[in-house]
């Protein structure tokens, strides 16, 4: 069953520190698609960054990194340089090709960043 | 702004009523997705549209349905209402159906039912 797994409800850094977030996902597609959202505490979602399955590079966006691990089924995301803003709740989604782009969730990490 | 306008922002109800959840795709997306955010099941699928044709359903009950009008818009219609109900209703739209693309989310309803 196609199925993501943020196993961290919670997670706090210092402002400036880098943290990582973790995500695994359990597929026997080929072909699947890695996503990371933020979601202030205001609700909406706000796309973070994007890694295929046949990227051969991890995907980096500004301050924000995918560590993918194919064999390990992980697609970790590594802020660098917390800032106070980054307070937020963070899902992991996957989509997958033949799925008609639907995202498949995690239960989402909540990440404080404190001063 | 992302692009995909939803209304209303906030509805608060009573259980047993119905009511409709409007969703404006970003101009060009031709995909409509719905999902549901709610703290005991999480983010889930609900149903997709792409250029007015139902194309993907997830876990939406029977009675909720949707559809996509030929400017593009879609409506989720919520009856007999209960409290369970109660959630935030998400919009999404891309350009197409193929993996990867973009997904751009509204910014939700927040659903109250009592």
């Known amino acids: 069953a196609q199925k993501i797994t943020q196993t961290q409800p919670g997670m706090f850094v210092q402002e400036k520190e880098a943290v990582t977030l973790d995500c695994t996902y359990d597929t026997s597609d080929q072909s699947y698609g890695l996503f990371w959202y933020k979601q202030p505490s205001s609700g909406e979602m706000i796309f973070l960054i994007y890694q295929g399955s046949y990227d051969e590079q991890n995907a980096t966006e500004g301050r924000y990194s995918l560590n993918f691990q194919k064999a390990r089924k992980s697609a970790n995301l590594v802020i660098s340089a917390s800032q106070l803003g980054d307070s937020a709740m963070y899902f992991c989604?996957?989509?997958?090709?033949?799925?008609?782009?639907?995202?498949?969730f995690g239960a989402g990490t909540r990440l404080a960043v404190h001063p | 702004d992302s692009g995909v306008t939803q209304t209303p922002k906030h509805l608060i109800t009573a259980t047993g009523q119905r009511v409709t959840l409007r969703c404006s795709p970003r101009?060009?997306?031709?995909?409509v997705y719905w999902y549901q955010q709610s703290l005991d099941q999480g983010l889930q699928f609900l149903i997709q549209?792409?250029?007015?044709?139902?194309?993907a359903k997830g876990n939406i009950l029977e009675r909720f349905s949707a559809q996509q009008f030929p400017d593009l818009h879609s409506e989720l219609n919520l009856s007999s209402l209960e409290l369970g109900d109660s959630a935030l209703y998400f919009c999404a739209s891309s350009e197409g159906t193929g993996l990867g693309f973009g997904y751009t989310f509204g910014s939700g309803t927040r659903l109250t039912v009592v």
């Open positions: 549209y792409y250029n007015g044709e139902e194309r």
């Open positions: 101009s060009g997306d031709l995909s």
């Open positions: 989604a996957m989509d997958l090709s033949g799925g008609y782009n639907k995202l498949i």
